[in-house]
């Protein structure tokens, strides 16, 4: 993954979500209404963020964590609950004045304060002066990368990481390669940016073979596929 190609890829990603499809995200992840595909995406999503919830420990407190691609702070403002001081992180401004809104709504309706923090930025999830993370987590970010610039992501979050990434990609199946051609019908305007299907184990077995990753080791994966939302959960953890 050059510079060039990192910067060229995350103005796509940051144009779609602060500009092409910001209304259709927000009320994909509210409690709007929302029918037909995006209903099939919403639930697929709330399963997937509860997985990747449910793969850390339920007291988070002391826990600092990495939401990369926090996009509207769903899964953020369930681990600051939970106790953890969260750093939820976006692409997209809009997006994460949202995920401000958001929190600010939940602590006027629970009065009382959290058990832990979050601190919702706008900016790039490999910044260096985020500091180090007990754990990282990325839900349905990577999925906009290559294979090899996944890689090369992970190895970086790695490098920030004491404890565990988790993080979910496309895996390759009829529902995604189908939902991939008819978006190519669309004007490229519209479009959402690509997806790329990635093996999993190939992938995490490149990361860990990586120097200065020997201490790190594939952990569990789960797939979840909901109508036209196909996902896999990964972890790969610290030993």
């Not at 953890?84 to 992180?89: E, F, R, S, Y």
């Not at 976006?90 to 929190?103: G, H, N, V």
């Not at 832990?116 to 180090?132: I, K, N, Q, T």
């Not at 529902?175 to 995490?204: D, E, Q």
Request: hydrophobic content about 40%.
């Amino acid at each position: 993954m050059t510079q060039a190609s990192y910067i060229r890829r995350t103005g796509e990603i940051e144009h779609y979500f602060d500009r092409t499809a910001l209304e259709a995200w927000k009320r994909l992840t509210s409690e709007q209404p929302v029918g037909g595909i995006r209903a099939t995406v919403r639930r697929g999503r709330e399963e997937m963020r509860r997985t990747l919830s449910g793969w850390l420990p339920r007291d988070l407190t002391g826990w600092r964590i990495l939401d990369a691609g926090c996009g509207s702070g769903v899964l953020s403002l369930d681990l600051m609950a939970r106790g953890a001081d969260v750093v939820g992180i976006d692409l997209s401004a809009q997006m994460i004045s949202f995920a401000r809104e958001r929190a600010a709504d939940l602590q006027a309706k629970r009065g009382a304060p959290f058990a832990g923090s979050v601190d919702f930025r706008s900016g790039d999830m490999l910044d260096p002066a985020l500091g180090e993370f007990d754990a990282v987590m990325a839900m349905d970010v990577l999925i906009h990368y290559s294979p090899s610039d996944a890689k090369r992501v992970l190895e970086q979050f790695a490098a920030r990481a004491r404890k565990r990434l988790i993080f979910t990609l496309a895996p390759s199946s009829r529902v995604l390669m189908a939902m991939l051609a008819i978006g190519k019908v669309f004007p490229r305007g519209n479009r959402a940016p690509a997806i790329y299907p990635t093996n999993s184990v190939r992938l995490v077995g490149d990361v860990v073979q990586q120097q200065g990753m020997t201490n790190w080791q594939p952990g569990r994966t789960h797939r979840i596929s909901v109508g036209f939302y196909t996902s896999e959960a990964v972890e790969v953890r610290r030993s």
